[in-house]
């Protein structure tokens, strides 16, 4: 948070019922909202039109597999695409361990970022991750709902795993699925297929 800013006084400014539901978003919060749908009072910018069919909310199953992981996991994930009027998507992606029969386990990786298009509608993607990462990926259209992007820059910190390369396609399929694979470079080893996903939407 910067230190310039004071918030405000829960207990004074903020409505009573989000404080007491301990909500990370408050109502007196004086700009608005990110949009996920058309409707909500913000244009999607003309810049983020070849990124148009992502936004929204998307929830559903994976499968994470790499060597160094000894096994394969299924995973349950939610993804938000977001924009706030400007020329950039706002991006969150948080996901669950599951186990074989389906169960809940615990919360698994979280990243957040930013999609951006520029004039040649090249899509430049800046990924933060939980775990000490932080990626900036470049990319474009393969087609109208699909979407091709590899990292171009990966820094970490000094207790992230080493992580080399990484490269990520994205698809909507017929049925209205969003669908994404990973491939990464991790501890050494070439890059390889990692995560896998088809999510549906559930809001947008």
């Known amino acids: 948070m910067n230190s310039d800013v004071s918030p405000p006084s829960p207990d004074v400014d903020a ?7 301990d909500q990370p978003w408050l109502e007196d919060l004086p ?3 990110d949009a996920i749908k058309p409707g909500q009072g913000l244009e999607l910018h003309p810049q983020c039109q070849p990124l148009a069919p992502l936004v929204g909310v998307w929830r559903g199953e994976g499968l994470a597999q790499y060597p160094s992981l000894l096994g394969e996991f299924r995973y349950g994930q939610q993804i938000t695409f977001a924009h706030d009027g400007r020329p950039f998507l706002v991006y969150e992606a948080r996901a669950w361990l599951l186990s074989q029969s389906g169960e809940v386990l615990r919360p698994a990786a979280r990243e957040v970022g930013w999609w951006r298009v520029d004039e040649d509608e090249t899509i430049e993607v800046v990924l933060a991750h939980m775990f000490g990462i932080c990626e900036i990926y470049y990319g474009g259209r393969t087609g109208e709902t699909a979407w091709e992007l590899e990292a171009d820059t990966i820094a970490r910190t000094d207790t992230a795993r080493e992580t080399t390369a990484a490269a990520r396609l994205y698809g909507i399929v017929e049925n209205g699925d969003l669908v994404y694979a990973e ?8 890059l390889k297929p990692h995560l896998s996903a088809q999510l549906r939407r559930i809001a947008g």
């Open 15 to 21: 409505p009573r019922a989000a404080v007491e539901a």
């Open 31 to 33: 700009i608005g909202m």
């Open 183 to 190: 491939e990464r470079a991790l501890r050494g080893l070439p």
